[in-house]
């Protein structure tokens, strides 16, 4: 029987949208072809404007890459920075400043949890940090942080403040300017909905003076002085660019314009607020608090007895494909993504699959609930 590659309902990547697919399909240009040149300008251009950004690179590479490259260009090693981590994804900083020879500092708290703004401000006023970093919404405990707050405290206490927004960017505000976000890097393959295969790293004029004062840095590839003359004239050559994904991407930022940046987050709100009535309608619920919940996906605790592996197989079963979660709560939760070029069908589709799969595993459940409650949220709005 051939079936269909099921729905990818996980955080990252996202289904792609019809234009993204037909424009990740053109035949390939040369990567110095006026065309194409054209086309990556209006990409950053567009990413610019989005993320209100001074300076935009958009090279090969996945996010994780572009958090190594947002440290590697603001803080030497030796010198010390502050994680604030809320799970799988923030630990990630800590790692990679280690491997960096940077001093790291991590402040942590229970899955599901927020660090407090006061622990925050107590650690940035008694040490000396270069930079602190915060992960705009934690993929692995679907927590949201406190971002604009965070990013006043880290000038308050003169240190550059790196955003991770891969779980977030094109789904939740990140206006580098009124947020104080000096440093934001993110990737693709979610709420922007392309096939994964870029980083973007945007920055200011604060995070360039930065690398300047570093003088050389301990990479090639991830050195922005070696893209930032590429980006102004991307007819140069540094490392070849993965040109389809540039063109997709594209295609993307101008399907984000198109709908309208307070639309576009409006919509995630909704669909999750839509998500999450559909889930409470089962009697589920979400790791996080309910102040830290996520426009973009949901960590869903499984009712007493159903087994991860057993409900995700029946999920697949149904075409519909989600993930379970990692580290402490590997085995307790699964993972639902509900960002990007996606509506209130394919939750209805999702909702349905977990409905079938809770039954299929021996769950009690009351067909359609979930599915009629979010029905009944997305019409109240
Ligand atoms: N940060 C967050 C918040 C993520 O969710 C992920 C990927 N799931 C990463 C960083 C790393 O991105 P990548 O897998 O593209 O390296």
């Known amino acids: 029987m051939i079936k269909q590659a099921p729905l990818v309902m996980i955080p990252g990547p996202t289904p792609v949208a019809e234009p993204i697919r037909q424009a990740m399909a053109v035949q390939t240009y040369g990567h110095t072809y006026g065309g194409f040149v054209e086309i990556y300008k209006e990409c950053l251009a567009g990413l610019k404007t989005i993320f209100q950004a001074d300076h935009m690179i958009v090279a090969g590479g996945a996010g994780t890459l572009s958090m190594e490259m947002g440290l590697i260009n603001t803080v030497r090693a030796g010198e010390a920075i502050l994680v604030v981590s809320h799970g799988v994804f923030g630990d990630r900083f800590t790692a990679i400043a280690k491997a960096l020879g940077i001093t790291v500092d991590t402040l942590t708290c229970p899955p599901g949890e927020r660090v407090a703004l006061s622990e925050i401000e107590a650690k940035l006023s008694a040490g000396n940090y270069k930079a602190i970093t915060l992960t705009h919404v934690d993929t692995s405990s ?50 922007f909905g392309t096939p994964p295969g870029l980083l973007m790293v945007a920055f200011n004029d604060r995070a360039l003076a930065r690398r300047e004062e570093l003088g ?30 540039i063109v997709a991407l594209n295609e993307s930022v101008k399907m984000i314009l198109a709908e309208g940046l307070d639309a576009r987050y409006a919509r995630h709100e909704r669909i999750a607020r839509s998500f999450r009535a559909g889930l409470a309608g089962l009697g589920m619920s979400c790791v996080a608090t309910e102040a830290a919940l ?24 149904y075409d519909v494909f989600v993930v379970g979660a990692l580290a402490s709560l590997k085995g307790k939760a699964f993972r639902v993504g509900h960002m990007g070029n996606i509506c209130i069908n394919e939750l209805v589709m999702t909702l349905y699959a977990i409905e079938r799969s809770l039954a299929a595993v021996g769950a009690q459940v009351v067909p359609g609930a979930g599915v009629g409650a979010a029905w009944a949220q997305w019409h109240k709005g």
């Open 142 to 191: 679907g927590v949201m942080a406190q971002v604009k707050e965070v990013g006043q405290l880290a000038h308050k206490y003169n240190a550059l403040f790196i955003l991770d927004g891969v779980c977030a960017s094109a789904a939740s505000p990140e206006p580098m300017k009124d947020y104080g976000i000096d440093v934001l890097v993110t990737t693709c393959q979610k709420a």
């Open 216 to 245: 050389t840095v301990p990479s090639y590839y991830s050195d922005w002085k070696n893209w930032l003359p590429i980006m102004e004239n991307p007819s140069l050559y540094f490392a070849t660019p993965p040109v389809n994904h």
């Open 294 to 317: 996520a426009p973009t996906l949901s960590v869903i605790y499984y009712p007493e007895g159903v087994d991860d592996v057993a409900f995700r197989a029946k999920m697949e079963e």
